[in-house]
């Protein structure tokens, strides 16, 4: 066990290294990086002040070294754009975005079970048919249409909600679910069309088991076969594809995050990208992949806990 | 005798492909909203690149004196902020995002089905290192680094494509690859490794063909997958720059004139959903077709 877990810790630990020097030199070669806010017109103190204030004239393996024994110390550089430093803007917007995105996983999860329950008890009848071209349309849907379109329903129509914007930490509950449920409807169907398609076929797997035969035939009250039995190992795949949905929850966050006006991570790229601040860009991008990857472990040392085969295959 | 056999190999198996074929599409046919869907595909397209030729509207006219109007003989979908014709930019902008899907999804399709038929052709560490790459990019924030690369790179139509393709090619390599495992040990294509076929030839001349239903899938889910994509990277405005329209860059300033003009936000993302709805009822319907044992 202790073996499987290292390894793991091994391969995330690279993982996240190949990421930031992808993005680094990305950032650093393309002909649109930091070189392009040079001018035509600076004058020679200018360029130099820019050079010196961005390590430009070092070559770029150097400042990346660099870059990446300041990050180890928690120093992510300073954002070009308000001069504070990235890290600061960085946790400025990080509660936001996970009280967003976890929110949303929570919902995703318990409702994507149960409508996946029900589609694969109902096969093929009315209620799977209609959860089945629910889903679909949540995965064609673009995310910051339909918040448009909600926004057009619920705020500007009905004025039931505020069209963006977060509620002020000390307000009431009711106030922060006003601000909360537009976004966490938009953010889940990134996410909520999966957990339903895969809880649906994971389930009709285990239906269809010797097992649950067996619980049949001894006399099990139809609930109990469902719930107690087929239920148990039916959600043990499910597990694995929370892992996969992270990265996709924190990617549909940067539209969601943009369109409901919310402050988190997902606006704050966008922000950075826009104003070319690239050491904002790049500490935002390094931050959220630590996130995800080591969500990813955490998933999947979950995982091998409750699927003790994951351990030996790999 | 080697060539006797492996045309006799060949024959018997395009044979069976003519059949399988013949009953995909009366499977494919018998499901409805997968039928409906390919038919308004079909009308979606020649709309749009036939219509252009018919209303020759120019998209990018600026008409000052005319903004956010309501519908008119001359503007049968009313004016944008700019006065510009938006039924001339719903055609050229569905033109520009549906070649801009395609391209993606090619683009896609063969990096994944190169990347998915190697590892599993090949096997042993090629096979490793090739998966492990696989994996790898699907437990990275993606869309991140697709945001930071057009940043870097610029927005041109050609980057949109290749970085849509270099972030989505993971679960066709996947498909790709589990799909030539199946088909590799199988008699025919040992048949044609022992009767001295070099690798490229068994892999192109008969383990590919065997995966490219699975890819047709891939594919139809692709374009939709790529559309999204691009109407995202648009209205963040990292996608084709204005004036060119495209239906995602469109929605850019929607919301804006949401309280005034909410016409402007409607139409073009409900173009988007339909259209990828559509692929995606043809994509489930010819996985179904194509393979009537997938549990349903």
Redesign the interface.
């Known amino acids: 066990m202790l073996h499987f877990i290292l390894n793991r810790l091994w391969q995330s630990i690279i ?1 996240i290294f ?2 930031t020097i ?2 680094f030199f ?2 650093n070669l ?4 930091p070189s392009s806010l040079m001018r035509m017109d600076a004058s020679e103190e200018e360029r130099q002040a820019l050079i010196t204030r961005m390590g430009l004239d070092k070559p770029v393996i150097v400042r990346y070294g660099e870059w990446v024994k300041d990050a180890l110390q928690g120093d992510l550089g300073v954002s070009l754009s308000s001069g504070q430093p990235v890290i600061q803007r960085v946790a400025e917007r990080f509660p936001n975005t996970l009280r967003l995105a976890s929110i949303t996983l929570i919902f995703s999860v318990i409702v994507g079970i149960v409508l996946g329950i029900i589609a694969a008890i109902r096969r ?1 009848k009315m209620s799977d048919y209609v959860v089945n071209f629910f889903s ?2 949540g ?8 918040a ?2 909600l ?2 329903l619920f705020s ?1 129509t009905l004025q039931w909600l505020p069209s963006s914007g977060v509620a002020s930490e000390n307000s009431a509950l009711f106030e922060q679910f006003k601000y909360l449920f537009m976004p966490v409807i938009i953010l889940s169907t990134s996410t909520l069309p999966t957990i339903v398609r895969f809880t649906r ?1 994971s389930m ?2 285990v239906i269809t088991q010797n097992y649950i035969r067996t619980a049949r035939a001894k006399g099990a009250r139809e609930f109990i076969v469902i719930y107690w039995h087929a239920l148990r190992n039916a959600l043990i795949p499910v597990v694995s594809i929370i ?2 949905l992270i ?1 996709r929850l ?3 966050a ?2 969601v995050e ?2 409901f006006g919310w402050p988190g991570m997902g606006r704050l ?2 922000e950075a ?2 104003g ?1 601040d690239y050491n904002l ?1 790049m500490g ?2 390094v931050i ?2 630590v996130i ?2 080591l969500s ?1 472990f955490v998933v999947d040392m979950i995982y091998s806990k409750i699927d003790p085969r994951v351990k030996n295959v790999s | 005798m080697e060539t006797v056999q492996g045309t006799q190999i060949d024959s018997l198996h395009t044979h069976n492909h003519k059949v399988k074929k013949r009953n995909v599409l009366s499977r494919l046919a018998k499901n409805k909203i997968a039928f409906i869907s390919l038919w308004f595909l079909v009308f979606v397209h020649i709309v749009v690149f036939i219509g252009p030729m018919i209303w020759t509207v120019d998209p990018e006219a600026i008409n000052p004196t005319n903004t956010l109007a309501v519908w008119s003989l001359e503007n049968p979908l009313g004016t944008d902020d700019l006065g510009r014709d938006v039924l001339s930019r719903m055609l050229h902008g569905g033109q520009i995002t549906l070649l801009v899907g395609f391209a993606s999804m090619g683009f896609t399709v063969l990096l994944g089905g190169i990347i998915g038929a190697t590892a599993g052709y090949f096997g042993g560490w090629i096979d490793a290192v090739l998966m492990r790459i696989t994996e790898a990019m699907m437990a990275i924030p993606n869309f991140f680094l697709a945001l930071v690369a057009l940043t870097v790179l610029g927005q041109s139509p050609v980057m949109i494509v290749v970085v849509i393709g270099m972030t989505s090619w993971m679960e066709i390599a996947r498909v790709v690859y589990g799909e030539t495992l199946k088909w590799k040990s199988l008699e025919f294509v040992e048949a044609s490794i022992a009767s001295g076929a070099s690798a490229l030839r068994t892999l192109v001349g008969h383990v590919i063909p065997q995966v490219i239903p699975t890819i047709i899938v891939a594919s139809t889910l692709g374009i939709a997958w790529a559309i999204l994509t691009e109407s995202a990277i648009s209205y963040l405005g990292l996608g084709i720059q204005p004036p060119t329209p495209t239906w995602g860059n469109m929605l850019q300033n929607a919301q804006q004139y949401i309280w005034t003009a909410p016409i402007l936000g409607i139409l073009p993302g409900a173009a988007i959903t339909i259209v990828v709805l559509a692929y995606n009822f043809l994509g489930d319907g010819l996985r179904d077709a194509l393979d009537p044992k997938h549990i349903k």
Do not use: D, H, Y
């Not at chain 1, 393309?30 to 990086?33: D, K, L, S, V």
């Open positions: 993982l190949i990421v992808i993005t990305l950032i393309a002909p649109g990086g093929n679909v349309i995965l064609s849907v673009p995310s910051f249409w339909l448009i379109m926004i057009l500007v076929s009709l797997e892992g996969v990265p924190l990617g549909g940067v539209i943009s369109v790229i966008v990208a826009q070319r860009v935002v991008t959220v992949t995800v990857i990813n």
